[in-house]
């Protein structure tokens, strides 16, 4: 298996709704990251675990909650969202800290 | 804070010709990646390139790194329609971040 998989692949939230999106990957890499991207920008980095331990958070807001259950999935728990959260959200891993990030298709996120 | 700036922004060219897109970056950096995005997908992992003067090919795209100028280059070669995508370059820094270039939007005209 050489891919990683997201789901949902669409999500539409009200701005009181909770709701998850889930990572998942089994190329046996440690390092599984989160990122952001806004339509015709770059991704931007969200958060970073290594060997299931957090490691870079990039001041992203508490209605954004990372969980890195065990070392093929990674969760992104949504709470309380607001409009401009809207976005796709790509997951990546890598082999180690520092490898090549391959990235999943990733959820396009509709904040109503 | 690293910066990378990628240019240009926007390349139309004709089916056939050749073309390069600039990526240069702010500090020093021990790694840099090119990845093509078409429209409403995710990042496919094109070149990484690991040290000064490194370079990668794979079928019409040539990548380069010039670690003392900050500089990395994509070249095009004899370009098809099918290489229509948009252009991200992004550079390591530290053991885990990547920073992303601006991006560059490729449309290849029959």
């Known amino acids: 298996d050489t891919e990683v998989t997201q789901t949902p692949k669409h999500l539409v939230m009200g701005m009181t709704n909770k709701k998850s999106l889930k990572c998942e990957q089994h190329?046996?890499?440690?390092?599984m990251y989160w990122y952001k991207q806004k339509a015709k920008k770059p991704p931007e980095l969200m958060f970073v675990?290594?060997?299931?331990?957090?490691?870079i958070n990039e001041s992203v807001p508490s209605r954004f909650s990372p969980e890195c259950p065990n070392s093929s999935l990674l969760n992104l728990h949504l709470h309380a969202l607001q409009p401009e959260d809207s976005a796709l959200y790509l997951c990546?891993?890598?082999?180690?800290?520092?490898?090549?990030?391959?990235f999943g298709p990733g959820t396009r996120l509709l904040v109503l | 804070e690293l910066k990378v700036e990628q240019n240009p922004l926007f390349l139309s060219m004709q089916e056939g010709k050749n073309y390069t897109i600039y990526c240069n970056y702010s500090?020093?950096?021990?790694?840099l990646y090119w990845y093509r995005q078409d429209p409403g997908k995710s990042l496919e992992s094109l070149f990484v390139?690991?040290?000064?003067?490194a370079v990668k090919q794979e079928g019409r795209l040539m990548a380069s790194l010039d670690t003392k100028a900050r500089l990395s280059t994509l070249h095009i070669t004899a370009a098809v329609h099918d290489l229509s995508a948009t252009y991200f370059c992004?550079?390591?820094?530290?053991?885990?971040?990547?920073?992303f270039g601006t991006g560059t939007r490729l449309t290849i005209i029959p």
């Open positions: 190329m046996g890499h440690r390092a």
């Open positions: 992004a550079v390591g820094f530290g053991n885990e971040k990547l920073t």
């Open positions: 390139l690991l040290s000064n003067g």
């Open positions: 500090t020093t950096s021990d790694r």
């Open positions: 990546a891993s890598s082999l180690d800290r520092g490898g090549t990030q391959y």
């Open positions: 675990y290594s060997y299931e331990k957090l490691s």
